[in-house]
């Protein structure tokens, strides 16, 4: 589904949820709901076209960024607990004596 078309759906179901809400509710809330679903409809609508191709690209450079973070973060795990296990056996060693 081309995103013009998903616009026009959201469009169509938005503008029939907000004619809803406001005779069903009354005040700031009927207020803020059509505030929000009319500007949520404006932004989806000025977007324009999404590149699939693109977004593809940044999930994978983004996960690759993600797997780099992760990584970095569980090798310095490793040698902190490497180091608080050799200085514990120092300790040790030295109070034996």
Do not use: H, P, Y
Request: without cysteine; glycine residues 8%.
């Amino acid at each position: 589904m081309e995103f013009e078309s998903m616009a026009n759906v959201l469009e169509e179901v938005s503008s029939e949820a907000v004619s809803e809400a406001v005779t069903e509710s009354s005040g700031f809330i009927g207020t803020f709901f059509t505030d929000f679903a009319n500007d949520f409809v404006a932004f989806f609508s000025n977007m324009g076209e999404i590149d699939a191709d693109a977004v593809m690209e940044v999930l994978r450079i983004m996960g690759l960024g993600m797997v780099g973070i992760f990584g970095v973060t569980g090798i310095i795990i490793l040698l902190v607990s490497l180091l608080n296990n050799i200085t514990s056996r120092e300790k040790k060693q030295k109070e034996d004596k």
